[in-house]
């Protein structure tokens, strides 16, 4: 279905900013619900944040400890992941996803396996937060 390429990860300092972008590369992201999810080595793959591309609304687990947030551009179709006071156990390749959902996002995303929601996926970008 759709192709989502992830960019902006490099390598910051903690304390530092940082956007994400998750690009759709052809298909319109306008009906998607948009998750950001991050994988570290050794662990399972966890999910930052959800918005929904049909109204708008936002979810984020208790982990992010609102210093991350997720915004739209739809003439540019790509949807952003602003992370902010980054610490190193931040570390992780960053992936976004798509998929049509009928129910509201905190159904979706609020529970541990959010990630089977998702069929399409992207290629992960690396975010390394070190000093």
């Known amino acids: 279905q759709v192709q989502l390429v992830e960019s902006g990860g490099t390598l910051v300092q903690p304390g530092d900013s940082l956007r994400l972008s998750c690009a759709s590369s052809?298909?319109?992201?306008?009906?998607?619900?948009i998750g950001w999810f991050r994988q570290a080595p050794g662990k399972e793959r966890e999910e930052m944040a959800c918005?929904?591309?049909?109204?708008?609304?936002?979810y984020y687990p208790d982990s992010v400890e609102g210093r991350f947030t997720i915004s739209r551009d739809f003439a540019k179709n790509t949807v952003y992941l602003q992370m902010n006071s980054l610490k190193p156990e931040d570390t992780a390749l960053y992936y976004c996803?798509?998929?049509?959902?009928?129910?509201?996002?905190?159904?979706?995303?609020?529970?541990?396996?959010?990630?089977?929601?998702?069929?399409?996926w992207g290629q992960g970008t690396q975010v390394t937060v070190s000093s």
């Open positions: 996803a798509a998929d049509f959902f009928r129910v509201p996002v905190r159904m979706v995303c609020s529970v541990a396996a959010a990630p089977d929601f998702f069929g399409s």
């Open positions: 052809g298909e319109p992201l306008d009906d998607y619900t």
């Open positions: 918005i929904s591309q049909t109204d708008g609304s936002t």
